[in-house]
Nanobody, 120 residues
Framework: QVHLVESGGGLVQPGGSLRLSCAAS????????MGWYRQAPGKQRELVAAITAGSSTSYADSVKGRFTISRDNAKNTVYLQMNSLKPKDTAVYYCNADLRTPDYGLGDYWGQGTQVTVSS
């Protein structure tokens, strides 16, 4: 069984920073793309940033220049460094990973979400 566990969310003032982490654990052959999504109240879940196994990255226009996604393949962990945070960044942030397991092959997995609130 595979688990994705996020950490690092919380309350921060506008202009502040947070670093989210997401560690994948369990019986895993390989992890391919990983990403961060977010969902604000009353809105659809949206892709924030993604990173391939080769560490190519992509970002939503709304976070370019402020957020940085990275990964540590040895730790099966993906990070999201969030700087210059704005109230509109307030949302539940979810980790996502495309990975292969010995029992179920290739699959798409999600973390439980971590709340990020940007407010003065």
């Amino acid at each position: 069984q595979v688990h994705l566990v996020e950490s690092g969310g919380g309350l921060v003032q506008p202009g502040g920073s947070l670093r989210l982490s997401c560690a994948a654990s369990g019986s895993i052959f390989s992890i391919y793309a990983m990403g961060w999504y977010r969902q604000a109240p009353g809105k659809q879940r949206e892709l924030v940033a993604a990173i391939t196994a080769g560490s190519s990255t992509s970002y939503a226009d709304s976070v370019k220049g402020r957020f940085t996604i990275s990964r540590d393949n040895a730790k099966n962990t993906v990070y999201l460094q969030m700087n210059s945070l704005k109230p509109k960044d307030t949302a539940v942030y979810y980790c996502n990973a495309d990975l292969r397991t010995p029992d179920y092959g290739l699959g798409d997995y999600w973390g439980q979400g971590t709340q990020v609130t940007v407010s003065s």
